[in-house]
């Protein structure tokens, strides 16, 4: 909106007012500015007491019942303002004549001036005259209200000046005014609180703070009834904008952003502003005023052209806006403009005002902003009516469509079915302000995929109405991602099935349900820590992953099957009675039964328990711990049988390994057998050799391949895993009743007759003489059949090893005697090629 300076003057005078302390000092300002700047020759001001309306002002009226008639007849000469919409009251006005729209714009602010006075002279009345109204009008008023001490201390404040404050009313209490209010250390100079307080009247002034802010000030006396002050009420409004606009109009021709020429109506130039000096490079008025706006101040040809017939309808009354293409005198530089065109009274003259402004930088930003749009990798879109009316490149990208299909297209077409009422609702929030958070829905493609996006939007001006902008990015891979960690907390990673967290909610969950009867069948992997020890973590996982499929398979799809520890299992089989149940449990054992036909390799060994609470008095969890309880039950009973089956199991993977092959099992028993006679064992110590010749590396199947056929030297960190095969096979051979007698020699069998060997560190006579005698054979069955770490040796090589380890890793009078054994005529030549 442009102004011409005298409109400008008249405006300033029009807002500015004295603030009277009395309303009849106020009612004659009001009425004073009303003669004085529009001849106004009737003018009351009616207010709102609930819903009774008390006239206060009626100058130009004999009674209140001749303002009411008038306000209801109107009239072309009338105007009436509606103050807070009515519901403050209303002010009327009469001026001679019939208003014109330069007035109406004028009394309106003129209104809205007089509104906003009334409004506070309302609330300081209020707070003068009605000490038991104080509590709401802390909370209700906009204004910054406190009380203060005569130390200038505060004792109690409102919401308004504790927010400005930072902090609750109550924060604010013991402070000092200056400090919470204007952050400042000492008091404000000029402080019409402390002037408040020196002359025991109302004061009233401008305090600026340290941040720039401008408060307009009041100091009200509360005095006791001996006539001593008590405390201060201090009413501050902010005036920051009003001061700025008061030094604008003050300032405003000679420092708007716009260059302002001021022509007559045949085109001479009679006024400019400083801003125009600048903008065109002219040093001084009286030279710019000189030169011609079609000569000097614009470019030859076509657009110079065009200036007559626009400075034509301009002075027909027509206001116009173009961009121009301007140029400066000095240095003929072109630049672009926008230019406004109006026709105005200025000292009772017409002129043409032409303000102009420079709009280089809003053409590079406009040049810019079409590049971010394009190149932007956010999908960018203009929403009108529902339709789409602009995309960028990127929204085609994401969505799968042209430009040419997406133009025109209700925008929620694009929107999953399922997610346009959640789209729509938190849009049409979004641009009221009541959300500020990205919503995500799923679109369709044109390809027919289906994509997550991300979405925010805003609504905003574009070719001269309201549309909606809106952005949105695809985070289909974000959300792939969430699921997947939603699933991960509700799921055992090894199995795939739920985890605890998952069972013990459901557990609560079912407890409260209409799902009874509910049976709960608890499974136990029996012998897990066995083949952990022996075979390694990994058989264990899969004999783990074996059961739970298996369990998977035999449950129904509404039974929730979960582990619940290392080797537990339990399934919730809602709306199941017992009957039921054990029919499940009998097809869940049969399944593990064809499970172990076709792996004999490494059987299913599974303890059962089965429990089932028929209604909801029955509490859940006992029946959960009764199912535990009886699984434990079959689990001891199992014991033994279902190590056994473990161990003959390790035993058939332990005769398929390479390095156990039968010949070599054979050798080993025949040698041994031979040595134990000639040296004088006994039948028991005969017969416990013979089983140990075949299981003595029974540890060794839990020993990887790579370290057991490893062809060279081992490592350190394999030797340590080599070493440990011993006490595997001590643990593996005391859970088979078959081969706890021989335990024993199992764990001792690498034990050296120096103490060097392992794991015990055992010498000489520590060490049974099974073990000893098993050390020779063995060695020399590795140095004649060969394996896969050391190169064969003839039989009298190996006989020389044997005698030169005597003393160290072999007991020597057994060396000896294995020596004279294998070179004595009596081992005949069938013999000596089987012990080859």
Not at 286 to 295: G, Q, R, W, Y
Request: aromatic fraction near 8%; glycine fraction near 6%.
């Amino acid at each position: 909106m442009s102004f011409d300076i005298s409109e400008l003057l008249t405006l300033y005078d029009v807002v500015t007012f004295s603030f009277p302390e009395r309303y009849e000092d106020l009612m004659r300002e009001i009425i004073e500015k009303a003669t004085r700047l529009f001849g106004v020759r009737r003018l009351a001001i009616v207010l709102r007491e609930g819903e009774r309306y008390k006239c206060i002002e009626r100058w130009g009226f004999r009674r209140d019942e001749e303002v009411l008639e008038r306000i209801k007849n109107g009239g072309e000469n009338s105007f009436i303002y509606l103050m807070r919409n009515g519901e403050q009251g209303l002010l009327y006005i009469e001026p001679p004549g019939r208003i014109s729209e330069r007035e109406k714009r004028l009394y309106t602010i003129f209104a809205r001036r007089i509104e906003n006075i009334i409004a506070r002279k309302q609330i300081e009345e209020k707070i003068k005259n009605s000490e038991q109204e104080k509590k709401v009008i802390l909370d209700s008023i906009v204004e910054l209200l406190v009380f203060q001490n005569p130390d200038n201390r505060i004792l109690w404040a409102n919401r308004a000046a504790a927010e400005y404050a930072g902090a609750r009313s109550e924060e604010l209490a013991g402070r000092f005014c200056y400090e919470a209010l204007h952050h400042r250390d000492e008091p404000c100079e000029e402080c019409p609180v402390i002037k408040a307080l020196d002359t025991g009247v109302p004061q009233e002034g401008i305090i600026a703070s340290l941040e720039g802010r401008q408060f307009f000030v009041r100091g009200y006396p509360v005095k006791k009834e001996n006539g001593l002050i008590e405390g201060i009420v201090e009413v501050s409004v902010d005036v920051t904008e009003r001061m700025q606009a008061e030094e604008a109009f003050r300032t405003i021709f000679n420092s708007v952003h716009d260059a302002i020429f001021i022509h007559t109506l045949d085109g001479k130039i009679i006024d400019v502003n400083q801003t125009m000096l600048r903008m065109y490079g002219i040093n001084s008025k009286e030279e710019a005023i000189k030169l011609s706006i079609i000569d000097d101040y614009s470019i030859p040809g076509s657009t110079a052209d065009q200036l007559p017939l626009l400075w034509e309808k301009v002075i027909s009354g027509e206001n116009l806006l173009f961009e121009w293409k301007a140029r400066r005198p000095v240095d003929g530089s072109v630049f672009d403009v926008e230019v406004f065109l109006k026709k105005i009274s200025l000292n009772k003259k017409d002129v043409i005002l032409a303000t102009v402004r420079d709009i280089t930088e809003r053409k590079r930003e406009e040049e810019l902003l079409r590049n971010l749009f394009t190149h932007s990798p956010i999908g960018i879109y203009i929403v009108s009516e529902g339709k789409f009316q602009l995309i960028n490149p990127q929204f085609e990208i994401l969505t799968g469509y042209r430009q040419d299909k997406l133009i025109g297209m209700e925008s929620l077409n694009l929107v999953v079915p399922e997610d346009r009422k959640m789209v729509r609702s938190n849009a049409i929030k979004m641009l009221k302000g009541e959300a500020v958070e990205p919503y995500e829905f799923r679109i369709v493609t044109g390809q027919g995929d289906i994509r997550w996006m991300e979405e925010t939007v805003a609504s905003i001006w574009h070719d001269g109405k309201r549309v909606t902008l809106g952005n949105i990015i695809d985070i289909t891979q974000k959300k792939k991602f969430e699921q997947k960690l939603a699933y991960i907390s509700l799921h055992d990673q090894l199995t795939a099935l739920y985890n605890r967290a998952y069972f013990e909610e459901e557990l609560k969950r079912l407890s409260t349900s209409r799902k009874y009867p509910i049976t709960i069948i608890v499974a136990d992997v029996n012998g897990l820590k066995l083949v952990n020890d022996t075979m390694g973590h990994d058989k264990g996982d899969e004999l783990l992953t074996a059961c739970a499929r298996v369990l998977k398979k035999a449950f129904r799809s509404s039974d929730v099957v979960a582990r619940v520890g290392g080797d537990e299992f339990v399934a919730l089989l809602p709306r199941t009675d017992g009957k039921t149940g054990k029919s499940i449990l009998k097809r869940l054992r049969l399944s593990i039964d064809k499970y172990n036909e076709e792996h004999p390799e490494l059987p299913l060994s599974v303890s059962f328990g089965i429990a089932t609470a028929d209604t909801p008095e029955q509490s859940l969890k006992e029946i959960y711990k009764k199912a535990d309880d009886l699984m434990y039950q079959e689990k001891l009973n199992l014991g033994s049988s279902a190590r056994s089956k473990i161990v003959n199991a390790l035993l058939t993977a332990l005769s398929e390994r390479d390095y156990i092959t039968e010949g070599h099992a054979r050798r080993m028993q025949k040698l041994c057998q031979d040595l134990g006679e000639k040296v004088g064992l006994s039948a028991q110590q005969l017969a416990n050799l013979s089983l140990l010749a075949q299981v003595h590396d029974l540890g060794k199947v839990g020993i990887p391949d790579r370290i057991l056929f490893k062809r060279g030297p081992l490592t350190e960190k394999e030797w340590e895993v080599m070493r440990q095969h011993p006490e595997k096979g001590y643990r593996i051979a005391m859970s088979s009743p078959d081969l706890a007698g021989i335990a024993d020699l199992i764990l001792k069998h690498h034990e050296k007759w120096d103490g060097t060997g392992y794991p015990l560190g055992l010498k000489e006579e520590e060490i049974p003489i099974e073990c000893r005698i098993l050390s020779i054979v063995d060695a020399f069955d590795a140095m004649t059949s060969g394996r896969p770490y050391c190169r064969t040796k003839t039989i009298e090589d190996a006989l020389k090893e044997i005698r030169r380890c005597a003393g160290t890793q072999f007991d020597p009078r057994l060396a000896e005697a294995f020596i004279e054994m294998i070179t004595s005529e009596k081992f005949s030549a069938g013999e000596k090629e089987v012990a080859t």
